[in-house]
């Protein structure tokens, strides 16, 4: 099964995320065709996604609690897009310290 990018799923997931985060910034990469032929996509169907999100409420957040959040905003809707999803989730005064 080929895995071409799929721009509708990448719109969806800055959809969710917009609508449950309110991010500042938010960057979205789909990584599919870098991961075609892999042993554990095939036959899934979904894509392999970067996510850069920088929003308020991850302020004072662990990095497991924003991972959380990232994927209570993507919820069961996703399941079946989303075979892989990277995530860099920070706070705005994270990014701007660096």
């Known amino acids: ?10 719109i969806a997931i800055r959809a969710a995320l917009e609508a449950a985060l309110n991010p500042k910034l938010i960057e979205i990469e ?3 065709a870098q991961h075609a032929g892999h042993a554990g996509v095939q036959g899934h169907g979904g894509g392999h996604f970067a996510v850069h999100i920088v929003a308020d409420c991850f302020s004072g957040k662990s990095r497991v609690a924003r991972h959380r959040m990232v994927n209570a905003a993507l919820g069961d809707a996703f399941k079946d897009a989303i075979h892989a999803l990277s995530i860099r ?7 701007h310290s660096k």
């Open 1 to 10: 099964m080929s895995q071409q990018p799929r721009p509708d799923r990448a």
């Open 30 to 32: 789909d990584q599919s």
């Open 89 to 95: 989730a920070e706070a705005p005064e994270e990014l």
